[in-house]
């Protein structure tokens, strides 16, 4: 990963890449780059790294605005020889103080604007690194990055397949996020290759533009962008702020034939797949990661394509997993038949020759039969190596092999995965998430629903509109016939606390509406 733009460069070919915005890694540089700028930037960054005191096998932590440049910056401690730690922005103050306590980074880069946020809620980042490079301009306890610009890289630096090579953190829907730990072995020969295959219909040619829209800090974007280097199309995207009117323009002016986006992105970008001249409707190939998506959703997009067989894929993993599971959806597919609602629960199969699944009781660990919920154990070698700082935790989710994903599911007879709810959040009367299928199926307003499982009493829905409103009437329509729940609570899409994937932090959202944040899961898993 440290050498892959070079090579990229050296190819001769590769892809043409589109910035809704300038890098803050070098935000005089313009929007337009080609894989030997590319190179270049990744080179220039190594310099100033090594400068500020990153060096072989010491962590390098990064905080800063959402951008593409998370894993150029990545790419480049990596070719120093150091570990790269991607946080988000989104992240606490408090959040980010144990998360940077974990670490003991070298180098911190982030920028003035995050320091003085963080400082303004009584966090120093400064005071948990070696060295905090601000990239836009000095700061109290930061070196500006003008202080070790221009000083060359130093040769590149190879590390062995099982040392570690990345740290991501976990979502944190449910406290602090989890710092995942993985080697070359794990991310790039485990996920990137297999990734890199060209396969029919989902494969990436040369023709191809892709778009992509997510949270750079998390660890998909590092895998991606091996992938996407690799596979050369002919342009690429990238979309840093997931607000459809800022994104529109790039859109708009080099139409997409792959969108890769966060579940959370494609709900906000759903109006511009409705317009006439909609900027999808090239579109061949739509990819989902992360968190659960609606067949509302997914069938808007399959919609606006003008494609005859658009396709999408959905991906089903964690941060220290990668992808477990694939489904496919088509037109076709999330159509009603017969009165019956399809449903994206239905995850799939496990990958072929790459994941084995298990579904086991909660509390015995004892196989359950098929068409029986329980929790879902995995197996894969794309597993993560440990959690920073918390080692103990990442043994009792490894057992003989197996890795606990805490989530609750069934597997069928033909082996399909049928997945409920997370563990933490999986109440004793519905799964919440096929509710929310429902839900969101029978509310045309309706851009988000949630159900939030709770202990001795009915279930609370949660109904996020535009407006923040929801008429009682079509709320009686869409209940008709579900399980019990409480009387909804309409909200607007700013109004409930997210992660930086776009996730619902639902132990959040039920502590802000009752005052109470108990589930009904044990959390052990989580």
Same mark, same amino acid.
């Given at each position: ?6 090579? +990229? ?6 892809? *043409?890449?589109?910035? $809704? ?13 080609? &894989? ?19 060096? &072989? ?6 905080? @800063? ?36 306590? /974990? ?8 920028? %003035? ?13 400064? %005071? ?32 062995? &397949? ?15 996020? @989890? ?43 590092? !895998? ?63 990819? %989902? ?31 220290? *997993? ?19 609602? &399809? *449903?994206? /629960? ?25 068409? /029986? ?9 794309? !597993? ?20 606990? *994903? ?25 799964? !919440? ?15 988000? !629903? ?16 535009? $407006? ?34 776009? @996730? ?15 589930? +009904?899961? %044990?959390?052990?898993?989580?």
């Amino acid at each position: 990963m440290g050498v892959l733009f070079d090579e +990229c460069a050296e190819r001769g070919r590769g892809p *043409t890449v589109y910035l $809704d915005r300038p890098f803050d890694l070098a935000p005089g540089a313009g929007t337009r780059y080609d &894989p030997a700028e590319l190179a270049a930037l990744v080179q220039q960054a190594a310099g100033w790294l090594a400068a500020a005191g990153a060096g &072989p096998g010491q962590r390098v932590a990064i905080v @800063k605005d959402n951008h593409w440049d998370y894993d150029l910056l990545a790419c480049a401690a990596v070719r120093v020889g150091a570990v790269p730690a991607q946080l988000s922005a989104h992240l606490a103050p408090g959040s980010l103080e144990v998360l940077l306590k /974990r670490l003991d980074p070298a180098v911190l880069v982030t920028t %003035s604007a995050l320091l003085t946020t963080a400082g303004e809620s009584g966090v120093d980042l400064s %005071s948990f690194a070696g060295t905090t490079v601000s990239l836009d301009g000095p700061a109290t306890g930061a070196i500006g990055l003008h202080e070790v610009l221009g000083r060359s890289a130093p040769a590149p630096h190879r590390r062995d &397949p099982d040392a570690p090579l990345i740290i991501n953190h976990t979502s944190g829907t449910t406290g602090a996020p @989890k710092l995942v730990v993985h080697s070359t072995r794990t991310l790039v020969r485990g996920l990137a290759r297999f990734e890199s295959r060209r396969l029919p219909l989902i494969g990436v040619r040369g023709d191809d533009v892709v778009a992509n829209a997510s949270a750079y800090p998390h660890g998909r974007t590092f !895998c991606w962008t091996a992938v996407v280097l690799s596979m050369a199309p002919h342009e690429v995207l990238i979309l840093s702020d997931h607000d459809p009117d800022r994104a529109d323009p790039l859109l708009r002016a080099h139409p997409p034939t792959i969108v890769e986006a966060l579940p959370s992105t494609f709900v906000r970008f759903q109006p511009l797949a409705r317009q006439l001249d909609n900027p999808f409707r090239r579109t061949r190939l739509f990819i %989902s990661t992360y968190d659960a998506m609606h067949p509302p959703t997914i069938r808007t997009f399959l919609d606006a394509s003008t494609r005859r067989f658009p396709v999408w894929m959905q991906g089903w993993g964690q941060t220290e *997993t990668g992808p477990l599971t694939f489904r496919f959806h088509t037109r076709g597919s999330l159509a009603a038949d017969r009165g019956v609602r &399809p *449903t994206t /629960r239905d995850l799939g199969r496990p990958v072929p020759g790459k994941t084995r699944l298990r579904v086991v009781d909660p509390e015995t660990f004892e196989p359950v039969r098929g068409g /029986r919920p329980g929790l879902v154990l995995a197996r894969t070698g794309a !597993c993560c190596q440990d959690y920073v700082g918390e080692t103990e935790r990442w043994q009792r989710k490894r057992s003989a092999g197996w890795w606990n *994903t805490g989530d609750i599911a069934v597997r069928t007879r033909t082996g399909r995965v049928l997945l409920l709810d997370r563990e933490v959040d999986h109440g004793p009367e519905l799964s !919440c998430l096929q509710t929310e299928d429902l839900l969101e199926d029978r509310l045309g307003e309706a851009q988000e !629903c949630v159900v939030l499982a709770r202990p001795g009493a009915d279930p609370l829905p949660v109904v996020v509109t535009a $407006d923040g409103h929801l008429p009682r009437a079509s709320w009686r329509a869409a209940a008709r016939g579900l399980p019990s729940m409480a009387a909804p609570i309409a909200l607007t899409w700013a109004e409930v606390p997210r992660t930086g994937t776009g @996730k619902v932090r639902r132990h959040a959202l039920l502590e802000q509406l009752t005052g109470r944040g108990e589930t +009904c899961g %044990s959390g052990e898993w989580t």
